[in-house]
């Protein structure tokens, strides 16, 4: 069985943000949210949605790379550091 990148969501205190979605990609996301759900609870599918934009920025190599190349050039301005997952 293929294995999913999420598998579980942890509390965590958030920041409101609006989002528009293209339908597709609605339907996408809930269906990876019946996936996960299939582990025993039910998981919304909005709450999926930081999960994968910190995976999507952890394997951006070209963000990476300009996010340290410029905190090497200005230590004073780096910008905050991302939480720890899990």
Do not use: C, W
Request: zero cysteines.
């Amino acid at each position: 069985m293929t294995t999913l990148r999420i598998t579980e969501i942890l509390d965590e205190k958030p920041v409101r943000m609006t989002v528009d979605l293209p339908a597709d990609l609605h339907r996408d996301l809930v269906a990876y949210a019946a996936l996960v759900s299939q582990n025993g609870q039910p998981v919304d599918p909005v709450r999926l949605v930081p999960h994968m934009i910190r995976g999507f920025i952890a394997s951006d190599r070209g963000f990476r790379k300009l996010r340290h190349g410029a905190q090497r050039r200005n230590p004073k301005t780096q910008p905050p550091a991302a939480p720890e997952n899990g």
